[in-house]
Structure formats: structure tokens, C-alpha cells
């Protein structure tokens, strides 16, 4: 007996990992939603730490042994430097907000300009290395050696 060939929906790995992360997000979200968790500061904790997570985990995918063939620019570290600066900014906004140092509005519109940035830029580096080490290098012309 032959099994029933089923089609399956190719995702890459990256792919994956993203979407299991929003996932994740979206049920936290929720649950600060129909008020089972109300505190804010552990929301923004819980939401950051996936968020890390997920950049450390694109980050592993792509430098593993099945590594993609071209480099770029502004490569993961890059990426991962720049997200922990963004978070360091999140937190030092979050600290004058708790000290009543700055007004409540103010403060969450800073963090939701701060976290618009970081989810654009962090998007944009990971689609401009994915498309760049998505075409392969062009085949080295061989060369008769000459002494």
C-alpha cells in the first residue's frame, strides 16, 4: 500500500520561528486583554524577552552549518546590538516614567515610537539579509595556472 502523498506548505525555518514568536506575543497580549495579567511593567517584560528571543533565534538559524552563502553589511550582530540599545532606551523611558518624572502620555507615546523603530529596522535587516544571501554567489572561472 502506497500512503496518500499530502501536500505540505513549505515555510523556512525563519519563517517558522517568527510566526510561533507573534504567536506567542498574541496570546500575552491577550491575556493582558480580558484582564487575567494587569501588570503593565510585566506585559512589556514578557513581550521584550520574546522579542529578544526571537532575534537571537533568526540569528542562530543563520549561522548554522547550512548557513546561507553571502554576507552583508548589517549582519546579525548588528542587528542584535542595535535591539539591545532600543531595549536599554525602553527601559531608561519606563524608569522616568515610573519616578513621575515624565507624564504617563508622553511616555507611552516615546515607547511606541521606540518600538515602532525597532520593529521596522529589525524587519527591514532581516528581509535586506535574507534577500541578499538568498542569491547564490556566481561560479569562480577557472584559471589555467601560470608560473
Known amino acids: 500500500m502506497k500512503k496518500p502523498k499530502?501536500?505540505?506548505i513549505f515555510l523556512p525555518p525563519v519563517i517558522k520561528?517568527?510566526?510561533?514568536g507573534y504567536?506567542?506575543?498574541?496570546?500575552i497580549l491577550a491575556i493582558e486583554y480580558f484582564k487575567i495579567i494587569t501588570d503593565i511593567g510585566l506585559i512589556i517584560f514578557l513581550v521584550?524577552?520574546?522579542s529578544i528571543s526571537m532575534v537571537f533565534g533568526v540569528g542562530y538559524l543563520l549561522v548554522m552549518k547550512s548557513r546561507p552563502?553571502?554576507?552583508?553589511?548589517?549582519d546579525?550582530?548588528?542587528?542584535?546590538l542595535f535591539f539591545v540599545k532600543g531595549i536599554m532606551v525602553l527601559y531608561f523611558?519606563?524608569?522616568?516614567?515610573q519616578f513621575t518624572i515624565l507624564p504617563e502620555r508622553i511616555t507611552s507615546l516615546l515607547m511606541l515610537v521606540i518600538a515602532g523603530i525597532l520593529v521596522l529596522v529589525g524587519v527591514a535587516s532581516y528581509i535586506y539579509e535574507v534577500l541578499e544571501r538568498s542569491r547564490p554567489l556566481p561560479k569562480a572561472k577557472i584559471r589555467p595556472k601560470t608560473r
Open 6 to 8: 499530502t501536500k505540505k
Open 17 to 20: 520561528l517568527l510566526l510561533r
Open 23 to 27: 504567536i506567542i506575543m498574541a496570546f
Open 48 to 50: 521584550t524577552i520574546i
Open 69 to 74: 552563502v553571502r554576507s552583508v553589511g548589517f
Open 76 to 80: 546579525i550582530p548588528n542587528t542584535v
Open 93 to 97: 523611558v519606563s524608569m522616568l516614567a
